[in-house]
């Protein structure tokens, strides 16, 4: 496999005349790209039931275009999956199964903003999963032919796409499955969300989920989202079983590499749980299309701050981001629950030199409902404090809040902006 | 999909933005709600400045022209792949779904609070029909979008039987008129750059004048041999 980084580039063989390939890629090598990403689809590449065409339409010659791109001296980065766009889906397959995903309209749409939802078939369920995973095991069998350095494959991402923001997961069978791994009883559930469950099929019901959402919106949307992951996880390992993934297992990724951003002197952090995201646009909360006040606060506040943020050149990171300290002042946009795995790192920032904001007030709870322990893992923290604000040595940096934190208004933006621990600026007057 | 055509990128947000501001269907402010029951989930003051998200809808200056999104007792539905009208392609969110022709229950109910707003709302339907029904007359199109001071837009149809085979921007590598009039049967390219008005009724009754002239058939020679 290449080490250095290389230039690369989207490149959709399947959009482009193919009798044009070799001098496109030529033009991209001479430009100084060393690597195209494509996205092989399930809805070009099937679009009759049980017939797979990598080789009679000229636009879907894939052998053919991983020749051309190795003969141009370009490595291929495929993915296969659910990206948002129309050629995912064969229109035969639109009918199968059972239950459906719920997925927002806008993802379908670059940049739309359409908040209502689509009915897709789910990928938990058989029928439909298993058409798909014919389609991957044929699609394996002839990328595994094209493997750098005899061919110019280096890696292969499974990219679930639109699944990833499916408000229906609760409707797949082995939902409670993953809900019993995070409640071992059902007692357990009703503990934490003061509910009257007498099993897990009832508290993973339609009227079950509205119960929960009623009950700890927050926590509701965590536990959701933990079994949709756990759900995806699964569909995963199913697709890694097949025979003809075996020689491919190696350039198999789930995830693509995120890109290291420059470290900026101000970054706005923001919990997404009760906010959804898909295709550059976010969406908020809304299993089986319910929704919840807090979720539309979440989703007012995210809409609010995305478009001062473009205006004002700040970036937006969504809450657990990977790596390092993406800014000199982090402003973090939580509410009273934050995930132990952000709070973690939040802290491991402060620690390394961070000033970190939290102009709504410190989190206090996470997803166990614990009491999150600010300062559990550094010395006693030196507080200092001017009856406004609250301000607290952690290792070499310092996490400051307001005294009393009062509810976002519209000039939020404003606000945030200025909080960074000056007396006069850090609390609700 | 033609296979023989070159990739023409769809139409993205942006693209439209950019649409409605040669248009100049951006300089007027209005508030957008949407709700789901009695809960807020968006309120936005739509305008020449841009887009300005409120966290309190009630806050919000009562003298705008509000539309209003009310989604039944959960989020509408829609079909995933319906075909979009040609309004719904060129005009950004939340305007485009005043042309929605699905029935509102699925998409959730729209109302607009001012009748004039309301009324150039379906005026300015009318004109994008004027505009289709241009765009139909030869099998490959291309409108251009002027304006001062903004990059022009180019946006390309392919039409066969009053169909969009293709519809998408038109990249600068492949605006050659000549090129270009080698895809079809017939190739017109069509150019705009309406005036500006300070209303939005007026903005909307010049989009309808220019666009319906567009669609009126060229005159023929008189078919009279003697005429008066």
């Known amino acids: 496999m290449p080490e250095s980084s290389p230039r690369s580039t989207e490149f959709q063989y399947w959009e482009e005349p193919s009798a044009q390939w070799a001098s496109r890629l030529s033009a991209l090598k001479a430009q100084g790209t060393d690597e195209v990403h494509c996205f092989i689809p399930w809805g070009l590449h099937e679009s009759v039931r049980g017939i797979r065409d990598f080789s009679k339409t000229s636009k879907l010659r894939l052998e053919r275009f991983l020749s051309q791109a190795h003969a141009a001296g370009i490595t291929v980065r495929v993915t296969v999956g659910f990206p948002p766009r129309r050629e995912s889906l064969p229109d035969w397959a639109l009918p199968l199964g059972e239950i459906s995903a719920l997925v927002p309209a806008g993802i379908w749409k670059w940049g739309a903003q359409d908040l209502a939802l689509t009915r897709i078939p789910s990928l938990h369920d058989d029928p439909f999963f298993l058409e798909f995973l014919e389609f991957v095991s044929d699609t394996f069998a002839l990328l595994s032919l094209y493997r750098f350095p005899e061919g110019p494959l280096v890696g292969v991402h499974v990219d679930w796409g639109v699944y990833k923001a499916d408000q229906g997961a609760s409707l797949a069978g082995s939902y409670g499955n993953f809900l019993q791994e995070r409640y071992p009883q059902a007692s357990l559930i009703n503990i934490r969300y003061g509910a009257t469950f007498r099993d897990y099929a009832t508290a993973t019901s339609a009227q079950g989920m509205r119960v929960l959402l009623e009950k700890r919106p927050w926590l509701a949307a965590y536990d959701y989202k933990h079994c949709r992951a756990r759900l995806l996880q699964d569909r995963g390992e199913a697709l890694l079983n097949l025979p003809t993934a075996g020689p491919l297992t190696d350039l198999l990724a789930f995830e693509m590499p995120q890109v290291r951003a420059e470290k900026a002197s101000w970054a706005i952090a923001v919990d997404p749980t009760l906010l959804e995201s898909g295709a550059e646009s976010m969406y908020p909360f809304t299993p089986l299309g319910f929704a919840h006040a807090q979720a539309g606060a979440a989703f007012r506040l995210w809409e609010h701050l995305r478009a001062k943020a473009t205006r004002g050149g700040a970036k937006l990171h969504l809450l657990p981001t990977q790596g390092d300290c993406p800014a000199e002042r982090v402003t973090v946009v939580a509410g009273r629950f934050l995930e132990l795995q952000s709070a973690r790192l939040l802290r491991a920032w402060a620690e390394a030199g961070a000033r970190v904001c939290f102009p709504l007030g410190l989190p206090q709870y996470d997803e166990n409902l614990a009491g999150i322990d600010w300062k559990a893992s550094s010395p006693k923290p030196a507080l200092r404090g001017d009856g406004l604000t609250r301000r607290w040595a952690m290792g070499m940096g310092e996490f400051v809040f307001p005294e009393s934190p009062g509810a976002p208004e519209n000039d939020f933006w404003d606000k945030l902006r200025r909080f960074d621990g000056e007396p006069h600026l850090g609390a609700t007057p | ?228």
């Not at chain 2, 309190?56 to 792949?81: K, T, V, Y």
């Open chain 2, 1 to 228: 999909m033609s296979w023989d055509l070159p990739h023409f990128p769809p139409v993205t947000e942006a693209d439209r933005l950019a649409i409605a501001e040669h248009l100049g269907l951006q300089s007027f402010s209005f508030l957008y709600t949407e709700k789901v029951g009695k809960e807020f989930l968006r309120a936005v003051v739509y305008g020449p400045g841009g887009a300005e998200a409120l966290l309190n809808p009630d806050a919000a200056d009562s003298h705008l022209p509000r539309l209003e999104r009310q989604h039944p007792g959960s989020l509408a539905e829609r079909a995933p792949f319906a075909a979009d009208n040609l309004a719904q392609v060129l005009l950004p969110f939340p305007l485009r779904l005043w042309f929605e022709t699905r029935p509102a229950e699925a998409s959730g109910s729209l109302t607009c609070s001012d009748p004039q707003w309301a009324r150039s709302l379906g005026e300015l339907g009318q004109a994008i029909q004027a505009l289709e029904t241009a765009l139909q007359r030869t099998e490959i199109s291309v409108l251009e979008l002027t304006s001062e001071g903004r990059e022009p837009i180019r946006l390309f149809f392919h039409c066969v039987r009053k169909r969009f085979l293709v519809l998408g921007r038109l990249p600068e590598a492949l605006a050659d008129k000549e090129a270009l009039r080698r895809l079809g049967a017939s190739f017109q390219w069509i150019q705009l750059s309406p005036a500006a008005f300070s209303t939005f009724s007026g903005q909307v009754l010049e989009l309808r004048q220019v666009l319906e002239t567009l669609s009126q058939p060229a005159k023929a020679a008189s078919a009279d041999p003697l005429p008066l």
